[in-house]
């Protein structure tokens, strides 16, 4: 069985022609058989080359919040691109989009960029400047995208190579990557503090920064242990490190303020992407008033060519516009609380051992294990084949999550009740035959 049709299959030879594995990101490629082929999406669905209909619970990894083509979005960009969209000036729309992230987030100043990988490549860089110390403490399994410097040890690292707990080692994740970037890192585990403490008080002294999902969004959504965060917060405080919550993929998805409101703690610095514009491509780095005005001209660099681009900013607008006035994130909390809770059931009720993580607006779905996982070597315990299995035969029947079980099941406003119930039977049936 193949997840491609002939349309599909066809497409997918004329991609292989052009890029490498027919793909523009490698987490794209799922194999020869199976890598799909999307032509249109809209609400919670997306259908493929063969007009497949998904419901889609990997919402492009996360940006989208609202549901795909989203009118009002799409309206907003729509008007934008009319009056042109790049002007090496500020424009009017990046104000407005900047000042809602502020209200919504309580940072003091922002600066746009154009991907989450930038956002904490920049980030990094202010932490630099502002500490005028060089390295920076990274947890293991924590991703925050692909520049070298915090490309080491993430999900995808087997935790066989990774050393030990209590004295990790810093792998790359990639082949190309300069050896010595390693050297600017302190690998840390995740969740705990006592271990983390010890490492903050041997390397103060050349840390600017601790960057940390406070989710840790790339491993099946393990949340951090209670007093973790705290205890970062005090860490920084105590040596004049800068804080940074890497909120790519929780910002305005956890709570309207993020992390930073979901767990009552504020960082230093944060940096957003993904949800703040519905699926088009806008990102942010921001923090404190203090260590943001680090960036000065001719100083202290911060530039880019499409930075608060005219189609980012409307589409960041109209999004974050319906986040403040419309109850979006309660309401796709909910939905998702029926879809977490639903699947736990059935999986309950087939005698599954599993785990459910995460927060119901991007939740993880751990088979094997019946405790949640504490940080990514206890995530090695999880089932992923049996999960990968599990997910295909869902996307046979139209229902698709990423078949990596480290990846989230992202919920959208789109995923209304209805949907989640047509989900949810689709998940039984198939629950029912796969695990009898
Ligand atoms: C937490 C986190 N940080 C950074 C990134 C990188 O974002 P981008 O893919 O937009 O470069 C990601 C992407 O998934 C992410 O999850």
């Not at 589409?315 to 736990?344: C, H, P, R, Y």
Request: glycine share 10%; with cysteine.
């Amino acid at each position: 069985m193949s997840l491609q049709g002939q349309q599909t299959k066809a497409f997918f030879q004329r991609a292989r022609d052009v890029f490498p594995y027919g793909v523009n990101s490698n987490f794209r490629y799922w194999g020869e058989d199976d890598t799909v082929i999307i032509s249109r999406a809209h609400g919670p669905y997306m259908w493929d080359a063969d007009d497949k209909r998904y419901t889609d619970y990997r919402l492009a990894f996360g940006p989208i919040i609202l549901g795909h083509a989203h009118e009002t979005v799409v309206n907003a960009v729509t008007e934008a691109i009319k009056n042109g969209t790049q002007f090496a000036f500020t424009n009017t729309l990046e104000v407005e989009a900047g000042e809602l992230v502020k209200r919504l987030t309580g940072v003091d100043k922002i600066r746009f960029t154009n991907s989450g990988t930038e956002a904490t490549m920049h980030a990094l860089r202010v932490a630099r400047a502002y500490t005028g110390r060089e390295k920076v403490m990274k947890f293991e399994g924590a991703y925050h995208g692909v520049h070298d410097y915090v490309l080491f040890t993430t999900a995808n690292t087997p935790s066989s190579v990774a050393g030990s707990r209590r004295s990790p080692l810093t792998v790359p994740v990639s082949s190309g990557i300069p050896k010595h970037m390693a050297d600017y890192l302190v690998m840390a585990p995740f969740n705990d503090a006592e271990r983390v403490e010890e490492l903050v008080a041997q390397n103060w002294h050349d840390l600017a920064a601790i960057i940390v999902e406070p989710v840790l969004g790339n491993v099946g959504g393990v949340m951090p242990l209670p007093g973790f965060l705290e205890k970062l917060r005090e860490l920084c405080d105590t040596y004049g490190i800068v804080l940074i919550f890497d909120e790519v993929k929780t910002g305005f998805r956890l709570a309207n303020g993020g992390a930073q409101e979901y767990f009552n703690i504020k960082a230093d610095m944060v940096t957003y992407a993904k949800a703040m514009g519905n699926g088009f491509q806008v990102a942010a780095f921001g923090g404190t008033e203090k260590v943001m005005m680090t960036i000065e001209p001719g100083k202290m660099i911060h530039t880019g060519t499409y930075n608060g681009n005219g189609v980012g900013m409307a589409a960041a607008v109209a999004t974050l516009s319906m986040l403040e006035n419309d109850g979006v994130i309660d309401k796709v909390f909910e939905q998702g609380t029926t879809l977490m809770n639903g699947i736990d059931g059935i999986l309950t009720r087939q005698g599954v051992p599993h785990v459910m993580t995460g927060s119901p607006t991007m939740f993880g779905l751990a088979l094997g294990v019946e405790q949640a996982p504490r940080d990514f070597r206890e995530f090695d315990k999880v089932d992923d084949h049996l999960y990968e299995h599990f997910t295909t035969e869902l996307a046979f029947r139209g229902v698709l999550p990423e078949l990596d079980c480290r990846e989230p099941w992202f919920l959208c406003l789109a995923h209304d009740q209805e949907v989640i119930h047509e989900t949810l039977n689709i998940v039984e049936d198939t629950a029912k035959t796969f695990f009898k």
